[in-house]
């Protein structure tokens, strides 16, 4: 039986409070498991940006809990976030977010600092996640000089070198050509096959039909999800 990873019970984000107020979230309950590999999908003001930051320990709901790898982080300060965003979730954006004057092997390590790992430890992670995604020839390029689908595989790399219990992709693909998006979501669904736990949050249904497992946000609320591949529940 594996072990919850996110345990999401009766979420709520309220903007405005009182007679205008906006429910960004609206009694949200969600759980995902070590290995699986699910999909977040919705429209523009569906919600789903604001659940990817509760998710990400971006920010804080107004009530309901979120228990990541069983602790309780609904209501932790900003540094407790900040360690915990740290240690425990590996980040892939839409946009990339790699330092420009840093080169790729530098920008992998750069959390890794944050943990307070040795150099000669943050060397090897970080290479080791860069063969990982094919670009350790290119360890020592920035990101000016690679291209679109190259920054976003140093992205992926940044995100897994530490090995974090949760993989947390934002429209991976979203700035990528065809060809370029495909390689690297070959990448993440071979980290699935490895056994990572990935969420992805995207609006697009057939890139979500490549999960496991399919969560529809619409105004605010969540379906149960389904298996594009049939696969049954836990």
């Given at each position: 039986?594996?072990?919850?990873?996110?345990?999401i019970e009766?979420?709520?984000?309220?903007?405005?409070?009182?007679?205008?107020?906006?429910?960004?979230?609206?009694?949200?309950?969600?759980?995902?498991?070590?290995?699986?590999?699910?999909?977040?999908?919705?429209?523009?003001?569906?919600?789903?940006?604001?659940?990817m930051n509760?998710?990400?320990?971006?920010?804080?709901?107004?009530s309901g809990?979120?228990?990541?790898?069983?602790?309780?982080?609904?209501?932790?300060?900003?540094?407790?976030?900040?360690?915990?965003?740290?240690?425990?979730?590996?980040?892939?954006?839409?946009?990339?977010?790699?330092?420009?004057?840093?080169?790729?092997?530098?920008?992998?390590?750069?959390?890794?600092?944050?943990?307070?790992?040795?150099?000669?430890?943050?060397?090897?992670?970080?290479?080791?996640?860069?063969?990982?995604?094919?670009?350790?020839?290119?360890?020592?390029?920035?990101?000016?000089?690679?291209?679109?689908?190259?920054?976003?595989?140093?992205?992926?790399?940044?995100?897994?070198?530490?090995?974090?219990?949760?993989?947390?992709?934002?429209?991976?693909?979203?700035?990528?050509?065809?060809?370029?998006?495909?390689?690297?979501?070959?990448?993440?669904?071979?980290?699935?096959?490895?056994?990572?736990?990935?969420?992805?949050?995207?609006?697009?249904?057939?890139?979500?039909?490549?999960?496991?497992?399919?969560?529809?946000?619409?105004?605010?609320?969540?379906?149960?999800?389904?298996?594009?591949?049939?696969?049954?529940?836990?």
């Amino acid at each position: 039986m594996r072990q919850p990873v996110i345990e999401i019970e009766n979420l709520y984000k309220i903007y405005n409070p009182g007679e205008n107020e906006v429910r960004a979230l609206d009694g949200v309950s969600l759980t995902v498991y070590e290995g699986e590999f699910v999909a977040i999908v919705g429209h523009s003001g569906s919600g789903k940006s604001t659940l990817m930051n509760m998710i990400g320990c971006l920010d804080v709901p107004t009530s309901g809990s979120y228990r990541l790898n069983g602790q309780d982080v609904s209501n932790m300060e900003d540094n407790e976030l900040s360690t915990i965003r740290n240690q425990q979730i590996g980040f892939i954006f839409q946009s990339f977010n790699l330092i420009k004057n840093l080169n790729a092997v530098e920008n992998v390590e750069l959390p890794l600092i944050y943990r307070g790992m040795s150099a000669k430890q943050r060397e090897e992670l970080s290479e080791e996640a860069l063969r990982r995604v094919g670009l350790l020839h290119r360890m020592y390029h920035r990101p000016n000089e690679m291209s679109g689908g190259q920054q976003q595989r140093v992205a992926v790399a940044r995100a897994i070198a530490a090995h974090p219990p949760l993989i947390l992709a934002d429209e991976p693909t979203g700035n990528l050509d065809t060809k370029a998006g495909a390689q690297v979501f070959e990448i993440i669904e071979e980290l699935h096959r490895e056994g990572n736990t990935i969420v992805l949050i995207t609006h697009d249904d057939e890139l979500a039909k490549k999960a496991e497992r399919m969560v529809r946000i619409t105004d605010g609320h969540v379906d149960n999800g389904e298996y594009p591949d049939e696969k049954e529940n836990f």
